[in-house]
């Protein structure tokens, strides 16, 4: 039931830069609300990784970085290294729904 | 250092209802800076939410599964609670609980728990 949008898989190099994308409507992204990142290690629960659409909380590496434009919003990875191997999702609010809404994940491979 | 824990059978039936408890522990549920919520992940696939309620006994349902929801809250205990009636195959799940933020983000998560439903 996600109505944001996520590529399944990305990848890159150590080191590389790796966006993911979560694409939204005008009932979510589109107005207004923002967009929340979460890291899921394998076997582990969700982690808040950006909030607010680009801010980190404490301890998150400045490698992470978000941003958001019209109906869609973005996670930039910078540096790569082996231990951002995970599922990466994008969350909203959605008017429509009256509630949360979640992206359909990214699964992030390191090569 | 705010942390959540589920806690509830890891095995329903078919057309039972599942019943969780989410407590809380490291701080108080009673401040109106944020909220409750559960949210479930099937094996192998992505986040739900299920549903949301303030200290306060508000709640907010996804409508996919409002008619079978309830969600509760015991602010004396420190613990919310989620009920999931008439359950099937599909609803086999990790169940996380998180505290809420106004700005509607979910930060603490708990460390879930595996519900399978099966005769």
């Known amino acids: 039931q996600s109505v944001l949008t996520q590529p399944p898989s990305v990848s890159g190099a150590p080191g590389q830069r790796v966006t993911i994308s979560c694409t939204g409507s005008s009932s979510n992204i589109g107005a207004g609300y923002d967009v929340h990142w979460y890291q899921q290690l394998p076997g582990t629960a969700p982690k808040l990784l950006i909030y607010g659409n680009s801010n980190r909380p404490s301890g998150v590496p400045d490698r992470f970085s978000g941003s958001k434009s019209g109906t869609s919003a973005s996670l930039a990875i910078s540096g790569l290294q082996a231990e951002d191997e995970a599922d990466y999702y994008c969350?909203?609010?959605?008017?429509?729904?009256?509630?949360?809404?979640f992206g359909t994940g990214a699964k992030v491979t390191v090569l | 250092q705010l942390q959540l824990q589920e806690s509830g059978p890891g095995l329903v039936k078919p057309s039972e209802t599942l019943s969780l408890t989410c407590t809380v522990s490291?701080?108080?549920?009673?401040?109106?800076?944020?909220?409750w919520g559960w949210i479930r992940q099937p094996p192998g696939k992505g986040l739900e939410w299920i549903g949301s309620?303030?200290?306060?006994?508000?709640?907010y349902y996804n409508p996919s599964l409002k008619s079978r929801v309830t969600i509760s809250v015991d602010t004396s205990k420190n613990q919310f609670s989620l009920e999931l009636s008439s359950v099937t195959a599909a609803d086999a799940a990790v169940y996380y609980c998180?505290?809420?933020?106004?700005?509607?983000?979910?930060?603490?998560w708990g460390q879930g728990t595996l519900v399978t439903v099966s005769s």
């Open positions: 490291g701080g108080s549920m009673r401040s109106s800076s944020y909220y």
């Open positions: 969350q909203s609010y959605d008017s429509s729904l009256s509630g949360f809404v």
């Open positions: 309620i303030y200290y306060s006994g508000s709640t």
């Open positions: 998180a505290r809420l933020a106004l700005g509607h983000w979910c930060d603490p």
